[in-house]
């Protein structure tokens, strides 16, 4: 039992947050008092308050009672709780709280098993450059003997073994520590580089601690930066010749892209280049724009992957070269020169023959365009270049390709459901179609869905597409639509994956609905990991293990969670359009179920235009890597 003081404390404290908005804020009114002897999950909780952590999303065990006691008390201070059925699940949900909002919450777990859960899901957030709090409850620092849940053998730290080897982490072994523990966090999740996960470890015994004195306002507080600009005259002298020298020049933007569509779209007009996209980056250059080439790498498009295979000077912007972004670097079939923006040195460094600018991608490309027109380059005449006119050509190639999957070959007879059903491409589209129609965000979930998804994606704006191309983990998509509940000022979501996806995390039907999430689970069926059986196919001529033979009324499983609205797609397009109207008009979550084709018919499918390194491939891949020497 705490003693009543702790906890009328507590209860003082928390009303003085609910009043001035903030414990500096109280203090500073005096309404409390600068120094208080608190507990250290208190002093936790007070320090990621002063970061603008308000949320908390997770499952509670034996391993993190304690912090439970204290959120209840701290609700009359604004802080919300989101408890949940899987730890996997609630690190989706603050990642997308993240990526899509701007919001840091905090994912708790108990010791053991729970937060291994947390930590598989957090690959997303690692990947993808999320900043969220992870609490995590540790073995006792007495050491009296083995605690249930911990990693069985006798050795210190080995959890903090664990979380270190994924990203920046630490045990408050001592309360004291709590600073410190703070400012390392705050460094990471909202870093200007690539903010990360932080791995905060809470031992049982120390998460109750008294910290005597501890001074409320020396909690580390966030502070703001201005962007640098780090490209010297002599990198942009490099930049300009090289452009001078080179006809067939290629933009190829990554996630590190976002927020400077202007720069790029002058950039492209000056040195007359096509612009091919990330599949992380829909919508960061207009598609309407000339110059886009759509998606470039392996599984990119004929016009994406033409821009880069035939491109003599490249430049990169805000990208990790990640395997399929560039066919493991065998793309760059013609690349005499690379440019590579980026704030990580390591990435703008990944290619030979690169000019790195490392920094604020933004800032540098402003004052690259500043120096390009005042050394009179300017390439773009008032008709197309002849390498623009061969881009524009392949786009068009591009473009009757995908129509004749979108509108003259949209169904095909699927020898699983034993009837015409739509292909995944017809599927995807209609479902792009409406989210646009009433300004849905759409998640895209691994695998086959992922990759037609991005390569049919055209949004005129960003922030409209989110795809886990990092990490790829299924279940994503489904657990992202418990951010619509999290967030301040929430969007509509439709979470589009396999079923394979959505069984991962199949939670989501209760979560959501319990925290009144308002959201789309469009379940695309074909009872096979689709992705994997076409490699299988492309690679070796069957497939194997990669399907299963049991089928399973979806329809009937979600509507089994009162509150979920579960309807068949049907198996056409107008018929789906019609299931999409009606699954919206529904004030919670809703679920589209929709059986798609698997075969080897190529209307089935978008294609893939190059290799990487996976399978039988992998001899091939590596000695074209060493032949372009990129």
């Known amino acids: 039992m705490n003693p009543e003081w702790i906890t009328q404390g507590r209860i003082e404290r928390a009303q003085a947050i609910a009043q001035h908005g903030t414990i500096r804020a109280a203090v500073e009114a005096g309404t409390v008092g600068q120094f208080a002897d608190i507990t250290m999950n208190e002093a936790l909780l007070l320090g990621l308050h002063s ?24 609700e009359a201070a604004g802080i919300q709780t989101f408890a949940v059925h899987h730890e996997v699940l609630a ?46 409850g540790d073995e006792t620092t007495y050491d009296e003997g083995p605690n249930m849940q911990q990693i069985p053998r006798r050795e210190q730290g080995l959890f903090l073994q664990l979380t270190s080897t994924l990203g920046p982490s630490y045990t408050l072994h001592t309360p004291q520590a709590i600073n410190t523990a703070l400012r390392n966090g705050m460094n990471a999740t909202k870093g200007k580089v690539w903010p990360s996960p932080f791995y905060m470890l809470l031992p049982m015994n120390t998460q109750p601690e008294i910290i005597q004195d501890c001074n409320l306002l020396g909690f580390p507080e966030p502070m703001s930066s201005a962007p640098q600009v780090c490209g010297s005259e002599g990198t942009f002298a490099e930049i300009i010749e090289a452009v001078q020298q080179y006809d067939k020049i290629t933009i190829k933007i990554g996630g590190g892209a976002q927020g400077i569509r202007d720069e790029l779209v002058q950039l492209a007009d000056l040195v007359d280049a096509a612009v091919v996209s990330g599949p992380q980056v829909p919508g960061v250059f207009p598609p309407s724009n000339l110059r886009h080439m759509a998606v470039g790498g392996s599984k990119g498009s004929i016009c994406g992957n033409f821009a880069m295979a035939e491109a003599e000077l490249v430049f990169v912007i805000g990208a990790r070269a990640v395997c399929q972004w560039d066919s493991s670097g065998v793309a760059w079939k013609k690349v005499q020169q690379f440019i590579n923006f980026n704030t990580n040195p390591a990435d703008a460094l990944h290619y030979n023959r690169t000019i790195p600018v490392i920094g604020d991608a933004k800032a540098n490309l402003q004052l690259l365009i500043q120096k390009l027109r005042a050394a009179g380059v300017g390439k773009s005449t008032g008709k197309p270049s002849v390498w623009l006119t061969q881009c524009v050509e392949k786009r068009a190639e591009w473009t009757a390709f995908c129509e004749q999957r979108f509108i003259e070959k949209t169904r095909l007879y699927d020898e699983v459901f034993d009837r015409e059903v739509l292909t995944q491409p017809a599927a995807i589209k209609t479902a792009c179609d409406f989210a646009k129609k009433v300004g849905a965000v759409k998640f895209f979930d691994a695998g086959d869905v992922q990759a037609n998804g991005f390569q049919i994606v055209e949004d005129e704006e960003p922030g409209f597409t989110f795809t886990d191309v990092g990490a790829s983990y299924m279940g994503f998509a489904a657990s992202s639509l418990l951010a619509a509940a999290m967030a301040d000022e929430p969007q ?113 499918g978008l294609g893939a235009y190059g290799q990487w390194n996976v399978g039988n491939w992998c001899e091939d891949v590596q000695k074209e890597h060493q032949r372009l020497g990129v």
């Open 91 to 136: 690190a989706h949900a603050a990642t997308t709280l993240y990526w899509q909002y701007g919001e840091t919450a905090a994912v708790f777990t108990s010791i053991g098993p729970g937060a291994l859960h947390a930590l598989a899901g957090s690959l997303t957030g690692l990947s993808n450059g999320a900043g969220v709090y992870y609490l995590l």
């Open 492 to 604: 509509y979501g439709m979470a589009i994956c396999g079923e394979g996806s959505f069984l991962m995390n199949p939670q989501i039907l209760i979560d959501a609905t319990e925290h009144q999430a308002r959201g789309m689970i469009v379940i695309l069926d074909n009872r096979r990991m689709a992705a994997i059986t076409g490699l299988q196919w492309a690679q070796y001529g069957h497939d194997y293990a990669t399907n299963d033979s049991v089928p399973v009324d979806y329809v009937a499983l979600c509507n089994a969670v009162r509150g979920v609205h579960a309807i068949s797609g049907g198996t056409s397009c107008e018929e789906l359009t019609a299931a999409f109207e009606e699954a919206y008009r529904h004030e919670g979550l809703s679920v589209v179920h929709v059986p798609v084709y698997c075969g080897k018919d190529e209307m089935g």
């Open 51 to 74: 970061q603008g952590v308000r949320k908390y999303v997770g499952i509670f065990g034996h391993g993190s009672t304690d912090l439970g006691e204290i959120l209840r008390i701290y």
